[in-house]
């Protein structure tokens, strides 16, 4: 096994820290949230308290502090276990950065303490039911009306939808400037005019509430402003390849986990007279999916690196989720084949983890997308 060097022996004890309460807090209640569709705002405020929650945004803002890494272990440990949800990363690891980047100071006092503690949920709505991976073909509109915005639209696939108290929504304020006419704005669910739609059904992640959201007319002051006017596609490119890291870290961290399931399993489960992994087929397909998972965690790894030193740019983004995403679906498949009828049945971890990790090839951009933009450094 190729050691781990990206960590430090504090990044250790944080990830004993972190394993623990996924076991106590998390693991124990998994199944109960996936039939309910949704994690109950208890679990956020005691992660919030063991300090799983906007782990690196300053101190200054309620955080820790402390660097990219222990975000990426809160990650690494969730997907160890298999919960699909409760929605974390998207609130420590996508809308915190927004704020803490592109916020005014007000905006970073008022909100980062908030959602460090988990007193408040958080989402981001970015995807229009028509727009899916084209961010400037949004139609969601905000127009100065006298002293505030109106907000009118619609947005789905909303991660947090059904808990979150805040929601950074990606708008036209000037649809003849394309991407330059594209805005950010904070919406409080307790705006008149905003309303959740129904919990969406999804093929998997299942514990994690995604939601539509539908705004009617709704009044937002200037101050609910996210960066500058025109400015919210420049945020978008600057944030997404954190996104797209966030995203190949969850690919590797949960396929070493399905590797390791099937290798138990193949070692109790027998056929013919002996355990299924005695099988040269078996132990084949196990060798290739340790040799392609480790050489995708060696360089997953110096992803995090270049996250943590400000360097990791939007090809290798694209790279790291393409080639972690299309590898964890692979060994998905792989891994419940060998679990054989049983890998169908719920009940098993695997099944679970072959259903959420379809997803993984399609938000954040989709595979094609990321294609797109490695073709364009050529």
């Known amino acids: 096994m190729i050691p781990r060097t990206v960590f430090g022996s504090d990044h250790e004890i944080f990830r004993q820290s972190v394993a623990k309460f996924m076991d106590q807090e998390i ?3 998994h199944g109960q949230w996936e039939k309910d569709g949704v994690v109950p705002r208890e679990a956020w405020t005691k992660a919030g308290e063991a300090g799983l929650l906007c782990a690196d945004m300053p101190e200054e803002y309620g955080g820790a502090g402390a660097d990219f890494l222990m975000s990426a272990i809160v990650i690494e440990e969730q997907a160890r276990i298999g919960a699909s949800g409760p929605g974390f990363s998207l609130h420590s690891d996508i809308v915190a950065p927004y704020i803490l980047n592109h916020g005014s100071e007000e905006q970073k006092k008022t909100w980062l303490p908030k959602m460090a503690r988990g007193e408040i949920v958080t989402a981001i709505a ?3 039911p028509g727009t899916g991976s084209d961010l400037q ?3 969601t509109r905000a127009v100065m009306d006298g002293n505030h915005y109106l907000l009118n639209g619609q947005k789905t696939f909303v991660t947090n939808g059904q808990n979150a108290d805040l929601v950074i929504v990606v708008a036209k304020t000037d649809p ?14 307790s705006a008149e005019g905003y309303s959740r739609g129904r919990n969406l059904e999804k093929i998997g992640l299942k514990a994690q509430d995604t939601s539509e959201l539908f705004f009617e007319d709704v009044h937002l002051p200037p101050e609910n402003l996210l960066g500058e006017e025109g400015g919210g596609f420049f945020a978008l490119m600057q944030e997404l390849p954190r996104e797209r890291l966030l995203i190949a870290i969850t690919a590797v961290a949960a396929s070493e986990a399905a590797l390791q399931w099937t290798i138990r399993y193949t070692k109790e489960r027998k056929a013919f007279g002996r355990e ?11 060798a290739e999916m340790k040799a392609e998972i480790t050489s995708a965690r060696v360089f997953v790894d110096r992803c995090m690196a270049l ?6 740019d939007v090809e290798t983004a694209a790279i790291a989720k393409l080639t972690t995403t299309e590898l964890q679906c692979r060994v998905m498949d792989e ?10 049945m719920w009940e098993y971890p695997i099944a679970r983890a072959w259903a959420d990790a379809r997803v993984q090839r399609i938000y954040g951009g989709t595979s094609e997308i990321m294609k797109e933009l490695i073709a364009r450094t050529l």
Do not use: W
């Open 276 to 286: 299924i992994a005695q099988f040269q087929n078996t132990r084949f397909k196990l």
């Open 126 to 128: 970015m995807t229009e």
């Open 335 to 344: 891994c419940l084949q060998l679990h054989g009828g049983y890998g169908y």
């Open 137 to 139: 073909g949004v139609k």
């Open 307 to 312: 996250q943590n030193e400000g360097a990791l």
């Open 27 to 29: 693991a124990p209640h």
């Open 176 to 189: 003849d400037k394309g991407a330059k006419g594209t805005s950010l704005f904070l919406v409080e669910a």
